[in-house]
Structure formats: structure tokens, C-alpha cells
């Protein structure tokens, strides 16, 4: 069967036509493309925009927007994103991640979509022509959306306050077995003052490890402080199995790498 593309210099027109049964979003088109080539028989109709909006990056006062069609590659070598870069170039290898987008990974079912992890730590904000999500009710309801994201946007975070873990098999561009980001914010005595920490594979999307930020809370950042966090990371989590890993080990190595993350 073969795929019909449809191109439109506008959201507001891509959008409706969206609708349409068997019509799907074509960003970078790593993950779509490829279904459709081991036969995915569901998408008759690729959209595409070509607003050249979708691929801008701004960052202004301590503010950051990144268009949805903005590529991991975009996002590695601008200066003003050195924080984020860890995050963008654990995306594939460089031919994917000059076509991986942001706003893919949003859509990206785990293992992939290392990037929505990171933006889901950095407490993102995602925004389409109907409005503006947080990252995290916008992943909830992702699988039931028919609106195109335009953009993402969140507050630059400082250098020593994000980090970002992804463990793969295969150096240095393999799939997850997982990852994990984190937002920290220490006082001067280096306890834990807030803490947000998002993990990748540990359910079908990316989700929050809320009682081992709970836990975080007035610790300093050493291995008996951190202990209590560690033991609660797996709360409500969900592994994937897949030919990469089983659920039972994903579950199993999550302590030893957050752990790792935490005493970097």
C-alpha cells in the first residue's frame, strides 16, 4: 500500500486535516517512517508542515522555546543549550539525530524518546494551537491527541542542577534500557532543597519518580543520605520488556544508576 503525503505551510491547516481517518503527523520521521515500511497498514496519509517557525530555537532570559521540528543535532551544538546537550545526544546516532525531533520524542513510546524525559524533569510546558499543557498531563493523554505541538518551552536550567543518565547495550547509540534526568536545587550547605526526576522505560511513556523526590528532600547528596530514595525510585513504576531488556531488570538497575546520577 502506498502512503500519500500531504504538505501544508500552516498548523492551522495541517491540523484539520489531521482528522481524517489513517492520517498521521510526519516530524523527523524516524519511528513513523520506519512503521510504515514493516507495514503498518493503519496510516494511509502522512502530514507534513513546513512553517519554518516549527524549527526555531529561542532562549531569552533565562527562557526557552523549542519548535517541535527542532532535531536533537539543533539542540547538541547551540551554545545556550550546553546543559541539554547530554540529553539530545543520546538520541540515536548522528544520522537520527539529525531528524529526531522534540516534538516526536513527546510521542516516542519507550524505549525511544530520550528528550521527553528530560522535558518532562525540566517541568516543560507544551504548547498547540489548542493551548498550553504541562509535559506531564500532556504524556498522560498523548496516545488520544489530534493536535499538532508546536513548540515546548521551560526555564533554562543551571549547568549543576540538571543531569541526565541513559544506560543502552550498545555504546554509543543503542536503545534504552533506561534513563533518567533530574532538576535539583541544593542549599548552601548541599541539601536537597527540590528535586524533580524523571525516568525513561520504566512505564510506556515517561514518568516521575515522586517518592524518591519526596525522599531527596533535605538530604545532602551522599550514599547514606541517598538511600532512602533509592529504595523508593521503583514506586508505581511499570518497566517495558523488549528484546533489549526484561521489566525484572530494568526494575532491578534502577537504584544503582539513580544512585550513580544522584553522587555524580
Same mark, same amino acid.
Given at each position: 500500500m502506498s502512503l500519500m503525503l500531504q504538505t501544508?505551510?500552516?498548523?492551522?491547516?495541517?491540523?484539520?486535516? /489531521?482528522q481524517a481517518a489513517g492520517t498521521r503527523y510526519l516530524g523527523g520521521g524516524t519511528l513513523m517512517v520506519r512503521a510504515a515500511n *514493516? $507495514?503498518?497498514?493503519?496510516?494511509?496519509?502522512? @502530514? %507534513?508542515?513546513?512553517?519554518?517557525g516549527l524549527s526555531q530555537i529561542a532562549v531569552s532570559g533565562g527562557k526557552v522555546r523549542l519548535g517541535a =521540528?527542532?532535531? !536533537?543535532?539543533? @539542540?547538541? %551544538?547551540?551554545? *545556550? /543549550?550546553?546543559? /541539554? &546537550? #547530554?540529553?539530545?545526544? &543520546?538520541?540515536? $546516532?548522528?544520522?537520527?539525530?539529525? !531528524? &529526531?525531533t522534540v516534538g516526536g520524542n513527546l510521542f516516542a513510546p519507550a524505549p525511544y524518546g530520550d528528550f521527553a524525559v528530560a522535558l518532562l524533569a525540566l517541568d516543560a510546558t507544551v504548547v498547540t494551537e489548542d493551548g498550553e499543557l #504541562?509535559? *506531564?498531563?500532556?504524556l498522560a493523554d498523548r496516545n488520544t491527541s489530534r493536535v499538532i505541538v508546536t513548540s515546548v518551552r521551560f526555564s533554562l536550567p543551571k549547568a549543576e542542577s540538571f543531569r541526565f543518565l541513559k544506560v543502552s547495550r550498545v555504546k554509543p547509540k543503542g536503545v534504552s534500557v533506561? =534513563?533518567?534526568a533530574a532538576l535539583l536545587e541544593l542549599a548552601s550547605d548541599g541539601a536537597v532543597t527540590s528535586a524533580r526526576i524523571a525516568l525513561g522505560c520504566m512505564a510506556? %511513556? #515517561?514518568m516521575r519518580a515522586l517518592a524518591a523526590e519526596k525522599a531527596l528532600l533535605g538530604c545532602k547528596l551522599t550514599p547514606r543520605e541517598?538511600? =532512602?530514595?533509592?529504595?523508593?525510585a521503583s514506586e508505581g513504576i511499570a518497566p517495558i520488556t523488549d528484546p533489549i531488556a526484561s521489566a525484572w531488570y530494568r526494575a532491578e538497575v534502577l537504584p544503582v544508576h539513580l544512585g550513580r546520577l544522584l553522587l555524580d
Open positions: 501544508f505551510s500552516s498548523v492551522k491547516d495541517a491540523n484539520a486535516a /489531521l *514493516e $507495514g503498518d497498514v493503519s496510516v494511509s496519509s502522512l @502530514i %507534513r508542515v513546513t512553517d519554518p =521540528s527542532v532535531t !536533537m543535532a539543533a @539542540i547538541a %551544538r547551540h551554545p *545556550e /543549550l550546553a546543559a /541539554l &546537550a #547530554p540529553a539530545a545526544r &543520546a538520541v540515536g $546516532g548522528p544520522a537520527i539525530r539529525n !531528524m &529526531a #504541562p509535559v *506531564e498531563a500532556f533506561l =534513563s533518567i510506556d %511513556r #515517561p541517598i538511600a =532512602s530514595a533509592l529504595a523508593a
